[in-house]
């Protein structure tokens, strides 16, 4: 008989994984049983700092208790409507996340990949009923090392062979550019292009920032060639950078900006198309929908979001504490760090390889009591929640640096 979950230690349950989930990921070996704040605990009680915060959907810190009560107060109420009916918590979400982003109109759903995939959606169906591309020739341009999820047709546009490979055939329609490349994106796009498609910070690529004036570049872009631009804030979006979207570090407002992760307080998967009006007026009823998408739970936690965003506290947090994060990254410089990218409470950091890879620093870091997550080779990324004190900040510093000068 299988022990209650109670009875098993880390390594028990991590062995107990093994043959019975599937191996798409490759975890680091802690057991994570209950948080609060910046903290984790793992069964054992051991806690760590948590510095990775859910890849940003923990940019409220675990369980904010703002959120927590509007979750507990919608599960005593009304949990699912489906959209057959109007459910009494959709209209303030939608409103409300409409002003704080500048646009008009909101289409809810539940993941990052469904709200890239419905955006993607959109901007074709504008590109035929508004642009008048001929049917079936709409071209959306993306960029080289892109990351906006995991579905077919998401993965038909990404460079990562590892998240290709053994997937095809695949979505046709999408053109790859280099990131930063203004000159690039002009030759790809022409008269067939419904959208750009673009993170405004590439996250997973290693927390890659385009030179300033780049995306201004593909606003005027854009508007001078008559294509949407598609902003993908899932990851770099609600507070993260030091401002509530990543794209108002250059004064932009895209046509249609994607937003997740954060959006759901780390409590259900909440997910958005925000769009102007003419660019979400293109869908009419049938067309799109989702059973789960705006149900009032999600909604009751997103609009604690949106309400915890409006008080602009957690975009001055983490444009404050982004300073401590830059300036102790930039005394690791040379001493185990070879390189950083760093904006507001986001960092890729470059380790040297000799030190190790980046999975091997996490795991080091890990035992300092530390988490953290690597992208690929020797960069690690930090992205810790915006509700991390400058003392914690300085702890995880300090254990990078103990994991880097330990091991040199
Ligand atoms: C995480 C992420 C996604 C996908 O979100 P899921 O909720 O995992 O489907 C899309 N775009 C970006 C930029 C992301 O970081």
Not at 46 to 74: C, K, T, V, W
Not at 171 to 178: A, K, L, M, Q, S
Not at 232 to 261: C, F, N, Y
Not at 358 to 373: H, P, Q
Request: net charge negative; with cysteine; proline share 5%.
């Amino acid at each position: 008989m299988t022990a209650p979950a109670h009875e098993r230690t880390s390594d028990d349950l991590i062995k107990a994984e093994e043959p019975v989930l599937a191996h798409n990921y490759h975890p680091l070996p802690v057991v994570v049983a209950r948080a609060e704040g910046t903290w984790v605990e793992d069964v054992e009680g051991r806690r760590y700092l948590d510095m990775l915060a859910g890849y940003s959907a923990l940019n409220f810190g675990h369980r904010h208790p703002a959120l927590i009560e509007a979750a507990h107060r919608q599960l005593d109420r009304l949990t699912l409507t489906s959209r057959a009916f109007h459910n009494d918590r959709l209209a303030e979400f939608a409103e409300r996340l409409a002003e704080l982003t500048g646009l008009d109109m909101v289409l809810p759903m539940n993941t990052g990949a469904e709200a890239v995939e419905s955006g993607i959606k959109v901007a074709r169906k504008w590109a035929y009923d508004v642009k008048g591309v001929p049917a079936d020739q709409a071209t959306i341009v993306v960029a080289a090392e892109n990351f906006h999820g995991r579905t077919t047709t998401i993965v038909s546009f990404s460079t990562d062979e590892t998240a290709r490979a053994g997937f095809g055939p695949f979505t046709p329609g999408f053109r790859i550019v280099p990131y930063n490349d203004l000159a690039a994106l002009e030759e790809a796009v022409d008269e067939t292009t419904a959208a750009v498609l673009l993170e405004p910070i590439q996250g997973e690529a290693g927390v890659v920032i385009p030179d300033e004036g780049y995306l201004a570049g593909v606003r005027e872009l854009t508007r001078r060639k008559g294509c949407l631009f598609i902003a993908d804030e899932i990851q770099s979006g609600l507070g993260r950078t030091g401002r509530t979207l990543a794209v108002e570090h250059e004064g932009v407002v895209p046509d249609v900006l994607l937003l997740g992760k954060a959006l759901g307080g780390g409590i259900v998967p909440v997910s958005a198309v925000v769009a102007r009006r003419e660019v979400l007026g293109v869908l009419h009823p049938g067309e799109h929908g989702s059973t789960f998408g705006g149900n009032p739970l999600a909604a009751a936690v997103g609009t604690a979001v949106v309400e915890l965003l409006e008080t602009g506290e957690f975009q001055r947090r983490a444009a404050e504490l982004g300073q401590v994060l830059h300036d102790g990254l930039a005394e690791l410089v040379g001493r185990g760090v070879t390189g950083f990218r760093a904006r507001g409470l986001w960092a890729g950091v470059d380790v040297d390889p000799a030190i190790g890879t980046g999975r091997e620093i996490s795991e080091r870091l890990m035992r300092e009591g530390v988490l953290v997550k690597d992208t690929h080779g020797s960069t690690i990324r930090l992205a810790p929640p915006l509700t991390i004190t400058a003392e914690e900040l300085r702890s995880a510093l300090g254990a990078l640096e103990n994991v880097l000068g330990a091991a040199g």
